[in-house]
């Protein structure tokens, strides 16, 4: 089995890498550990590779008084690992440590990740239940990168508001408030699988942020319009999913309300956050 | 494609070799350097026999390109004759029956390695979750977790792999100018076409997965009806398609390109339809091909444009879908039903505006990404169904 030919090269440079895109005819690849898959089953077919995962700009961490920004090539392992400080205590590193195998994490990069936004991967749900931002480089000289929330980045299946000359250089994680308690689930088959179902829950009040996603169905993932019902106990997780995602299959639905009740479970035994 | 030279250190000895960009590790190990240790099973990730150590870290090396090893170091499982923690592993696997036909063992030594070495104090649950990333038919794994936790409780003797740091990777040639000048020579989506010449069968479908969808127009039946029944309307309304012929049998062969973020195919397909004017319904039977990835899928489609009695009308599908090849392999049942709609969507709003005497808008068509390679064939044979009444 052999993808399908293509042209390859290693960026030099961030703006090497936006000026090789040639309009989105050639595809920027960093672990391969997503894209991989689909080039050798022929699925994907571009017409050149420009290889990012080892440029400087993007293998940084930045730390802000109020968020910590990941360069987009930073490896899953090196964030299990602890390797870059975890801005959330251990939830980041947590998340990062139960993503495919750790071969796959090796190589696999939080940027790509999201990037190539498979609808049940894990940082996909996890940077959206943390509130956190893409910070995208567009083709235009000396314009300061723009930024997107998570929930607005991703627009469907494998596809986010990146333009073809778009380059996702990073993501800004906020740093949660004293006290605050996250929670995420996934359902999986076998470990180290796609979740077919997932949930997150984070409940940051001195940010006054309450946010429960909904993972794994096929598209972004979805935010409750009012999670504190559900936190309150005043409606039920099929309730909630009943009304957030009313076009999803009955066994779809009661898979992620499971997943949801068990994040509930798992929020009530958290530890709060203490920076 | 150019082809482009690689130079690493495997197992110790550097070597030089030009391959193509798109030769991954594990192909670049057993065909320019014969180190045949080194297997391939699924070749997307998932068995994990190809796991070989880069730069001292387990890595998949069907998935990791040869191109991006430029300067690293790989250890395959040839490489590991003075090793002592291998082989005590080596020797751990023989004594427990870790392995029968020896398929995944040069993976599963690498990440028992990795797990010895990263995780001393490891019980065998843990040693279980690490190796969920290697599969191995023989064994049930019982064997394989005893013999890594044998040789994790019996002092192991010191890794002399070890992860090293990662490099910036240097590059003399600039990125646009080693991409920019060959890139547009050809496309690959449109690169190869195979036409079926023959279609699916109903029975061959009757245990398949079937998808029913609704949409509905705020106008009239017959105002539908002329749309989705004029070829040359309804054409402007999918994605990329095209007639090409009409076989002595008299079935239509068309494609259709489609993507879905970075998927790109196109679809080459034979179908065969009845229309029935009166009830405004139709029957579609066919089979598409993409011819890149070997995928094939057959499938069936049932639909009707209905006349609502508080006004408008209602389109109703009825899909049966089967599909083969790599795609069947990559896709999931949620991703098609979400791909079914967003396509769905963007074809009800073209036969909505071509219905009202407008120009469906193309623009937001090429810019819309949820397009599914089964909906898309599905359309694309209403499509030519609907061209030849």
Known sequence: MKPALFDFAVAQSLSDAQSALLGGQNKLVSGNQSLGPMLNLRLTRPAGLIDISRLPELRNIEEFEDRVRFGAAITHAEIEDGEFPDPTGHWMRDAAANIAYRAVRNRGTIGGSLAHADPAADWVIVMTGLCATAIILGPEDNTPPRSLPMEDFFTGPYSTDLGPDDILAAVDVPIPGQGARWAYWKYTRQVGEFAKASATILIDPAHNRTRIAIGALGRQPALLSNPEAVLDGKQSPIEALSEAIPDQPANALNLHAVALSRALEQIKESKEFSA | ?389
Request: aromatic share 4%.
């Open chain 2, 1 to 389: 494609m150019t082809n482009m030279t690689v130079d690493l250190v495997v197992n110790g000895t550097p070597v030089s070799e030009t391959t193509e960009p798109r030769t991954h590790l594990a192909d670049f190990l057993r065909e320019e350097l014969h180190l045949t240790g080194t297997h391939l099973g699924c070749e997307q990730g998932v068995c994990g026999a190809c796991t070989v150590f880069v730069d001292g870290r387990p890595t998949r090396s069907c998935i990791t390109l040869a191109a991006t090893c430029e300067g690293a170091e790989v250890r395959s499982v040839e490489g590991f004759d003075d090793d002592a923690l291998m082989a005590a592993l080596r020797d751990a696997f023989k004594r427990h029956h870790g392995l029968q036909c020896g398929y995944c063992t040069p993976g599963m030594l690498v990440t028992g390695y990795d797990i010895v070495r990263r995780l001393p104090n490891a019980d065998a649950t843990r040693v279980r979750k690490e190796l969920s990333g290697n599969l191995c038919r023989c064994t049930g794994y019982a064997g394989i977790v005893a013999a890594i936790m044998d040789v994790l409780e019996n002092n192991p003797p010191l890794a002399t792999v070890q992860p090293q740091t990662r490099t910036v990777q240097k590059s003399e040639k600039s990125a646009v100018e080693s991409i920019g000048a060959t890139a547009s020579i050809l496309s690959p989506v449109a690169a190869e076409k195979i036409t079926p010449a023959s279609i699916p069968t109903k029975s061959s479908l009757a245990e398949a997965p079937t998808l029913s969808r609704t949409r509905r127009f705020d106008l009239a039946a017959t105002d539908i009806w002329n749309v989705v029944s004029d070829p040359e309307k309804i054409a402007s309304c999918m994605p990329g398609g095209q007639l090409d012929s009409i076989t002595d049998d008299n079935l239509l062969q068309g494609k259709c390109a489609v993507s879905m973020g970075p998927i790109k195919a196109a679809f080459a397909g034979t179908a065969k339809m009845d229309l029935n004017e009166a009830e405004k319904s139709g029957h579609v039977i066919g089979r598409g091909k993409d011819g890149l990835s070997r995928s094939q899928l057959d499938g069936m489609l049932d639909f009707k444009v209905i006349s609502l009695p508080e006004g408008g009308a209602e389109l109703t599908l009825d899909m049966v879908y089967k599909l083969t090849g790599p795609l069947s392999q990559f896709s999931r049942p949620t991703l098609v039903a979400e791909i079914a709609d967003r396509i769905l969507d963007q074809v009800a709003a073209s036969i909505d505006a071509l219905a009202r005497g407008q120009e469906p808008d193309l623009t937001t068509q090429s810019n819309l990404n949820g397009l599914s390679l089964m909906a898309s064939v599905f359309m694309g044979w209403i499509k030519r169904v609907l061209r030849f009444r």
